[in-house]
T-cell receptor, first 111, second 113 residues
Framework: EAQVTQNPRYLITVTGKKLTVTCSQN?????MSWYRQDPGLGLRQIYY???????DKGDVPEGYKVSRKEKRNFPLILESPSPNQTSLYFC??????????FGQGTRLTVV | AQSVSQHNHHVILSEAASLELGCNYS??????LFWYVQYPGQHLQLLLK??????LVKGIKGFEAEFIKSKFSFNLRKPSVQWSDTAEYFC???????????FGAGTQVVVTP
């Protein structure tokens, strides 16, 4: 089954404690991205990757890092999380002009 | 700056009523257009998409959308909504040159029995 898998689904952490949210897709898509969803703001792109070892900043990259060592994986790293990074995060993948497929989401709370 | 605007943030309507959600974008070039739906507690799912051809696009669950190039609009419609259509709806635009999806702020739709 074609899918984008994120883990964990829920995460509560403390300020400053490094965390990683994993994302994996099985569709051989070149393009992967991370979004955060906040009420009234829709989805805003954090980082994206057009292929292996090619990543770039989206609209709200501050406080986040990513890597793309393999085509299927695109982890999101928060080196020192802060409360303003409390949000719902989605990973997505797509092929060229096509639609994006989204993961189930990760609800992160930073206290 | 490139942007996507959704006209309504919240819509409340009764079952069997008709639904129309507005979406306008500001990209000047060729675009691909999408409507996604997010049911409570779930991830985004594709409702329909427009790449080229017939500007009236039919999607899943009885939804359709009309692309009007001159108005930079891609409005979503459903003739008769059901309670199960309660969800948040997002318009999204992808410019032809690369893969970034730009989303609107979303419209929360509540359908009352």
């Amino acid at each position: 089954e074609a899918q984008v898998t994120q883990n964990p689904r829920y995460l509560i952490t403390v300020t400053g404690k490094k965390l990683t949210v994993t994302c994996s897709q099985n569709m051989n898509h070149e393009y992967m991205s991370w979004y955060r969803q906040d009420p009234g703001l829709g989805l805003r792109q954090i980082y994206y990757s057009m292929n292996v070892e090619v990543t770039d900043k989206g609209d709200v990259p501050e406080g986040y890092k990513v890597s793309r060592k393999e085509k299927r994986n695109f982890p999101l790293i928060l080196e020192s999380p802060s409360p303003n990074q409390t949000s719902l995060y989605f990973c997505a993948s797509s092929l060229g002009r096509g639609e994006a497929f989204f993961g189930q989401g990760t609800r992160l709370t930073v206290v | 700056a490139q942007s996507v605007s959704q006209h309504n943030h919240h819509v409340i309507l009764s079952e069997a009523a008709s639904l129309e959600l507005g979406c306008n974008y500001s990209y000047g070039g060729t675009v691909n257009l999408f409507w996604y739906v997010q049911y409570p507690g779930q991830h985004l799912q594709l409702l329909l998409k427009y790449f080229s051809g017939d500007p009236l696009v039919k999607g899943i669950k009885g939804f359709e959308a009309e692309f009007i190039k001159s108005k930079f609009s891609f409005n979503l419609r459903k003739p008769s909504v059901q309670w199960s259509d309660t969800a948040e709806y997002f318009c999204a635009v992808k410019s032809d040159s690369w893969g970034k999806l730009q989303f609107g702020a979303g419209t929360q739709v509540v359908v009352t029995p």
